[in-house]
């Protein structure tokens, strides 16, 4: 088998307090995330996956705080995902089925260098 790498997704959206979805849609975004994931998880190559909550504060380098999520141009980081594939554009193919993108959300496919 060849050399699997880990590659991190990063989700990003646009947070929107007007439009909330109902439970319906809510139940079905949660199915097509559960696929997602599955599948990537049935080729064994899921490492681990995060949703990240409402709850945050923002910490300066003087140390100032702000509560909140960070927002930039517009979108927030919603979750991440790290995955084992052979090569950065296979990791890229893994990630381009994801349910964010149908919402007009946004994944950087990163590589990771260990610490």
Do not use: H
Not at 71 to 94: H, P, R
């Amino acid at each position: 088998m060849a050399n699997l790498q880990e590659f991190m997704f990063i989700f990003r959206y646009e947070p929107t307090e007007n439009q909330q979805p109902n439970k319906e849609e809510l139940a079905q975004e949660a199915n097509e995330w559960g696929k997602f994931i599955g599948g990537i998880a049935s080729q064994a190559k899921l490492v681990s996956v995060y949703q990240l909550g409402f709850d945050a504060v923002q910490i300066s380098s003087d140390e100032t705080e702000n509560e909140g999520i960070y927002i930039s141009d517009k979108k927030t980081v919603g979750g991440t995902m790290v995955v084992k594939a052979t090569s950065i554009e296979e990791a890229t193919t893994l990630s381009k089925q994801c349910p964010i993108l149908k919402i007009g959300g946004t994944i950087e496919v990163r590589s990771i260098i260990p610490m």
